[in-house]
């Protein structure tokens, strides 16, 4: 391996990748379909991080290529012969939506005691501008390397994907031959579960001492709901009091409840939990299952509120539903039920319900065993469906990152298998490689999210001996 201290490279650069990364940060880059034209399929948040980010590219000389605001690359290393080997990098310009509760304003990035605070900061500008980095020391230090380098930035990640898709088809280039995405974790992640979607559709039935008008929650299926928001009228007294004695019941929990009586006399109730990744609910408070819950014993009485509040209750693991099932390598099924829509004059409310699943059961095995819920009137499958992935150990694409990694950090590496979805899986030789470090605090989709401003330049350090083991 090489000598250069691309540690001190990193260092020398830290003012200038900071400025950079503020200014994508600070760009509100959600998914708005409200707002979706054909110039900006998922809304113009996302299309103006993208194109800042090839702007950023253009500036430092690269040939750029924006794909109809769906997704744009450059290439380094264009002098090359055409039959050179390509190496993707995937990274995203998209966030999930900001949500509540944070102490400074999501789109006003800001260090705090050693640790940037914003909207993407770890999920995934920041990263994305620590690798960007790390491929500008290469071409500062004009390191000879045998093989092209593609950046490429998507815009849709979080949700449906249709930006790659969209770039895949319509970019006329073929797919690079391997490649990494810097949207996870180091050591490394070379195995992804399969992610489907599936929404249960229940009728409004709705009898009980308590009438329930509506009840929703949850921002995205990937998302576990930070929040519920229920409607209701009919025998309400002391509810404080009998929620104060269900929130003690559940007291890790620390469960919290907005009530407000309207002018029609309907009480609008709102309970927090605590959002997380959808790909890991077992670390997040599911707050309309727990709302879902507590109406269910003050006399709510409704199949939309005995699914949610009993079998989907803290049910990650898809036991009580039925679905559970575990893969001696890739892991356990994991489920998040993470959008629920209930008005008493529908009689189509949904709850969908985000699976992460193992090689050895599928969607289709997962839909026969929901259908059979009681109250369930049918269930539909999302359009996207992520099959398992897997890139082996044996392949360099993996041996030569973790052989950097361990270099760099001193740690061991070893594989791993994740129930979150990356860009990774894109190419068949795909993975995902950082930027967060064993023991580092996840806050990707949370309020508050930050990323430690030393593990950006760590980070950068790494990517940027990684890119040049691979494409030397
Ligand atoms: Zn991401």
Known sequence: MTEIDFKAEVAARREDLLADLFSLLKINSERDDSQATPEAPFGPGPVAALQAFLDLAARDGYATQNVDNYAGHFTYGDDLPDDAEVLGIFAHMDVVPAGSGWDSAPY??????GKLYARGASDDKGPTMACYYGLKILKELKLPLTKKIRFIAGTDEESGWGDMAYYFDHVGLPAPDFGFSPDAEFPIINGEKGNITEYLHIDGENTGAVHLHRLIGGLRENMVPESATAVLSGALDDLTVKFAAFAGRYADKHLRLETEIGTDGRVTVVLHGRSAHGAMPEKGVNGVTYLAKFLDEIGVVSPFTKIAG???????????????????????LSMNAGVFKFEDTSSDNTIALNFRYPQGTDADTIRKVLAKL????????????????????TDPLV???????????????HEQIIGGGTFGRLLKRGVAFGAMFPGDVDTMHQANEFIPVDVLLRAAAIYAEAIYELAK
């Open 399 to 413: 041996s030569t990152l973790l052989s950097v990694y361990e270099k760099q950090t001193g740690l061991k590496g």
């Open 108 to 113: 006003a990035p800001e260090i705090r005691d």
């Open 310 to 332: 009993t079998i989907l209750l803290e049910d990650h693991a898809g036991e009580k539903l039925g679905v559970a099932f575990k893969d001696e390598k890739m892991g356990a």
């Open 374 to 393: 009681p109250g369930v009137s049918s269930v539909t499958k999302s359009e996207h469906e992520h099959t398992p992935h897997y890139v082996p150990m």
